[in-house]
């Protein structure tokens, strides 16, 4: 199961990395979207979250151990947040600026190859 999910989070960061180095906004935006949904994962799967295991069980003695970090899975869902308003936000800059440029380019102008 490791190695599935390391492959996975892998192939998220590579694409990630491939589209934001692209010529157009549209996929670098796309590609910071990839690229910050396997830092989530990574942060997420670093908690050590447990498969068919209640999160709490009512018993006297209990090891931590045993339980997974509460920590990482509030940070992935703040990051998670975090990362809609700022897509929302570089969607509208993207806009704006093909409105304004015509184009939608990064450097702002179309290239001849």
Do not use: C
């Amino acid at each position: 199961m490791e190695a599935v999910l390391a492959i996975s989070i892998g192939v998220l960061f590579g694409s990630g990395v491939w589209l934001v180095l692209r010529p157009r906004t549209f996929q670098v935006i796309t590609g910071l979207l990839l690229l910050s949904y396997a830092v989530n994962l990574f942060i997420f799967l670093m908690g050590h979250a447990k498969l068919n295991q209640a999160p709490i069980t009512p018993t006297a003695d209990i090891d931590p151990a045993q339980f997974a970090d509460p920590i990482p899975q509030a940070l992935v869902l703040t990051a998670i947040v975090i990362g809609f308003a700022s897509t929302g936000l570089y969607l509208v800059v993207m806009l704006a600026s093909r409105g304004l440029t015509g184009t939608d380019h990064v450097d702002g102008r179309e290239s001849s190859t």
